[in-house]
């Protein structure tokens, strides 16, 4: 695992952005897998702006997004689906035909959840996974005891879920308690994941997830099992981490990074 300290959310955001783009112009028929939230909202700001001006070509991409709540129609504004084609997908030359998210309103939902997973498959695997994390932390819906081996399924939200994701509903009685997410496992298997937290909210999420023992209880901390893992944060939610110099010391002399520095 590497961990990326940036000076604030817009230059951590604008990394990701960044990382995304370099594999979308290495390989253009890229397999990306997306996250929703917050935090995400800045990243696919900065992946439209390189699209206007850069000419980022997305006409060949496929996406696979992490996660979608249990019951709600596309139209509406709190599904994830509307979220992807409000951020991202209606502002980039990308087919829609290649854009995926779990139907969470397909009668067997159990069938659709293999049949996400059979669909990853199909196109080979996800090349590059964005991910986000939870304030219990969770990745995708991966909530609290979520096995490490998990694959797409049906997860109820845990109150900690509810409270957070509850404002765009108006309340938590008028959220959908459930969801569909991407297992841990099947995260796992993407060839590269790169994780983006911003913010002092995060912080103590942060600390444990990239310092502190794997386990169920924090499905983020499964990424450090990752061959290929990077953490990007700001400082605020960098303010919990202990070994702060050494991430600092890495990213500095890695070549890998040089034309992030
Ligand atoms: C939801 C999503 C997660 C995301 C998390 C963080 O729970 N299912 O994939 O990481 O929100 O959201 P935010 O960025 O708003 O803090």
Redesign the pocket.
Known sequence: MEVIIQPNQEAAASLVAHIVARELRANPTLVLGL??????ECVYRHLVRLHQTEKLDFSLCRTFN??EYVGLFPSDPNSYRYYMNHHLFRHVNIDPRNTYLPNGLATDLDEECRHYEATIKRFGGIDLQV????KAG????NEPLSALRSRTRVKALTPT?LK??AAPFGSEENMPRRAITMGVGTILECRRCVLLATGDSKATVISKAVEGPITSMISATALQLHARATVIVDEEAAASLAEKDYYRWIFANEPEWEEYR
Do not use: E, R
């Not at 996250?35 to 995400?40: R, V, W």
């Not at 991910?131 to 939870?134: F, N, S, V």
């Open positions: 996250a929703t939230g917050k935090t995400m992490l996660d991910l986000g994390i939870g969770h990745i995708g819906f879920t957070q994701n």
